[in-house]
Every structure is written in C-alpha cells, then in structure tokens.
C-alpha cells in the first residue's frame, strides 16, 4: 500500500497530493519519503530555508509547486498554530491549494463527503458515462464535478475517492485500458462505442514552443559563477549560469559576439564550446540548451559584471547543494564539476 493511503495526517496527504500534480507515482514516491524524513511535520517545513525545500523538489519539475508548498505551510503556522483546517472551505483559502486538493484532504482526512475530481477521476467517469464535455472547460469540470458527488458514497468518502483514483490509474488507463475483465464494461460507454481512446476529451492544449539557451560557464579557479533565477520563468528560484536565449537556433560564436559582456570577457579568456546539445522537455517547452567555458585569469575583476547579472562564484561542493534544473544537475555531473 502506498504510505499517503495508509493515514489520515492532512499533511503527509497535502504532500502526496502536491507531489503527484504531474508526476507519476513511481517518480513521486521517492520525494514523498525524502520529504517526509527532512520535513516530517508541517513546522518543519514552515521554518526550512526555501533554497533547502527547492533543492529536495529537483528533479520534480514545475518548481511553483515547490515554493507554494513552502508559502502554505508558513500559513498554516502562522495562522492555524500549524494544524490544517478541518472543512473544505477552510482548505481552499490556504495559498496554493485549490478544489481537488482540498477535496482531497477534507475526504481522505477528515471524512468531509467532497468528491476529488482528478485526471484519473475525470478518465473513468467520461468512459463510463460517455460525458464529452470538455474536461479543460469551466462547464465541463462543473459537469464533473456534480456527477462525482452525485456517485460519492457520503458514509465513507476517502475509501471511495481513494477507490475511484486507483481504478483510473492501475485499470482504466489513458492507453490500453484494461476493458476485458473491467467490471463496468457491460454498461460502459466507451466500451460499447469503442471510443475509449477518444475519452476524455480535451481542446484546450497548450502548443509546445522551442527554447534555444546559450550557456556561458564563467570559472575562476576552482569556482563557476551562477545566478539564482528570479523571473517568472521556468526555473524561478534555481540556479543556473549566465544565459543568453534566442529564439532559433545559432552559433556560439554568433551569441558570443551579440552579447556585449561577453564579448569583453572572450579578449580576457580562454574560450571553449561544448559540442554537446542537451534538450530538455518540458511540458510546453523544449529547451536545447549549449554549454560555453569561459576560464578567467584571476586578475580578472569582475565586480560591476557580479553586480549587473546577479552572479555569484561557488566551489563545487557549494553547487553540488543548490537546487538547479535538472539540465543543469546532470550537465555538471557529466563533466563532474562537482566533486
């Protein structure tokens, strides 16, 4: 069984829930438990540094998640004496947790009768009852909903919404749906139709755009200097080198040249390009990213560039514990620029 269905702790379902918005259980599940060991309570995680919390998450993608995780624990001690609301209504006003994650507390919880309408949920009752609204659509996750607490059994919530979640996730699966020895497949829609594949629907997909990323590897010494993301970009809050983004693909050279920093700094230093391409793909994006060494002398001062870009010089045990993408992570664990 998997540990967030073996309790009733709010918190430890608040993070299981929060983990596994886009993420598969097999990739969430080691950083349910890593979580659980560093921050076992909800005061834990409340008072970790953010850079702390953001370094536990890498690798988990969509590190809003992350620091609004932080942002609601702070709220829930600083204005509930670290205990979780117990009704529905009290969850939702939390910061970052919206109606299916308060239906999943206040059900799985507080035995609170709320229907948790998720991907899963959303699969399942489609199928069965042939509904094709669209599930991206206000109307049709109010449609949803409403036959979800419809079919809710109000005498034991949690085990039902629990059972509903499971069957969409081990049985009635996006491919390949187990419809042979489904016990819902006399009177299931799609079945009869043959339309599984075509359920639910969705028409509101976001088209993926390409990212061209030059990275610039400034190193003095034994140190490399990296920037903490402050934008409202990917990433924001992590580390990573000085960038300079284009929007199609282009030579080193040529970005080198564009940029006036760094053309400065190429009279100054050592120059090598990386001829590996690493892209990295993300829901909406495509990031391919190219990695450019810049060795500087030591006589080299770099104060106003420090002060303009936000950079910082670290030693690699110093990068090895801050929270990067994961492009960047395994980029320097290649290269072992971290040892």
Not at 92 to 100: A, V
Request: hydrophobic share 40%; proline share 5%; aromatic share 10%.
């Amino acid at each position: 069984m998997l540990p967030w269905r073996a309790t009733k702790d709010p918190y430890r379902i608040w993070l299981s829930e929060v983990i596994l918005q886009q993420t598969r259980v097999t990739q969430g599940l080691p950083y349910y438990k890593s979580f659980v060991k560093n921050f076992p309570t909800v005061r834990e995680l409340a008072k970790a540094p953010e850079q702390k919390v953001l370094r536990e998450w890498q690798g988990l993608g969509y590190y809003s998640r992350a620091q609004n995780l932080h942002a609601c624990a702070k709220k829930i001690v600083e204005d509930h004496n670290g205990i979780f609301p117990a009704s529905y209504e009290g969850l939702l006003k939390l910061p970052g947790i919206g109606p299916y994650t308060a239906a999943a507390i206040a059900s799985l919880s507080f035995d609170i009768p709320v229907a948790v309408v998720d991907g899963n949920v959303f699969r399942v009752l489609s199928r069965i009852f042939g509904i094709e609204n669209d599930i991206g659509s206000i109307d049709g996750k109010k449609v949803f909903t409403k036959v979800a607490n419809e079919l809710l059994d109000a005498s034991q919530p949690g085990m039902f919404n629990q059972a509903v979640m499971e069957f969409g996730a081990l049985h009635c699966t996006p491919r390949s749906p187990k419809c042979i020895d489904c016990p819902f497949s006399s009177e299931c829609v799609a079945k009869q139709r043959s339309i599984q594949d075509l359920l639910p629907i969705k028409n509101n997909r976001v088209k993926s755009r390409n990212r061209y990323f030059t990275y610039f590897i400034l190193s003095k010494g034994n140190k490399l200097a990296m920037k903490k993301r402050q934008d409202k970009d990917i990433w924001s809050g992590l580390y990573d080198f000085y960038l300079v983004e284009s929007s199609k693909s282009q030579k080193a050279e040529s970005t080198l040249e564009g940029d006036k920093v760094l053309s400065k700094l190429s009279e100054l230093s050592d120059v090598k390009l990386d001829g590996k391409v690493v892209k990295s793909v993300l829901t909406h994006q495509k990031i391919y990213a190219r990695f450019v060494f810049m060795t500087l002398p030591s006589s080299v001062k770099l104060n106003g560039l420090l002060k303009d870009s936000k950079l910082h010089f670290y030693s690699g045990r110093e990068i090895k514990v801050l929270p990067k993408p994961i492009l960047i992570s395994r980029f320097l664990d290649e290269k072992g620029l971290l040892e």
